[in-house]
């Protein structure tokens, strides 16, 4: 009988960790999109190796200088994202809360799809085109 008991207290003390551990890595507590430029991309850790960055968010012409820092788990994303550096791009991101070691990353803001950006909006109803114009066609009056 007290075999048992021993048992299933290890056996408690096994899985209540390992359950909190996974439903903390698959729940997210908010999820979202910034745009900006990457600053900063590196691969960080003594043992559980993350990718670390930064994103310089601008909001308004000589508005201070806004970062943000994240997380990327996976290396296809950090390859994704090391194709589009120096150009502006959307990370769509998971905020993870109750992740206990650093193991899991520096920040809270897990980066799982990156996207370039075509349009700069300067601010409401204020957008600048990156991509070059389409030439207009030709009209009739330059016809001979």
Request: with cysteine.
């Amino acid at each position: 009988m007290t075999i048992k008991r021993i048992f299933i207290a290890l056996l408690i003390l096994v899985v209540l960790p390992v359950s909190y551990f996974m439903g903390a890595i698959k729940w997210s507590y908010s999820d979202g999109e910034r745009a900006g430029w990457v600053q900063k991309l590196s691969r960080k850790g003594w043992v559980c190796k993350t990718w670390e960055g930064e994103l310089a968010l601008v909001s308004q012409p000589g508005a201070p200088l806004e970062k943000f820092p994240f997380t990327i788990w996976e290396d296809k994303v950090a390859e994704d994202l090391n194709k589009f550096i120096g150009k502006r791009v959307s990370l769509h991101y998971e905020e993870k809360v109750g992740l206990p070691s650093s193991c899991f990353g520096e920040t809270r803001y897990y980066i799982t799809k990156v996207t370039a950006v075509d349009d700069i909006s300067l601010s409401p109803g204020v957008v600048v085109h990156t991509a070059p114009a389409a030439p207009e066609p030709a009209s009739a009056a330059s016809v001979p």
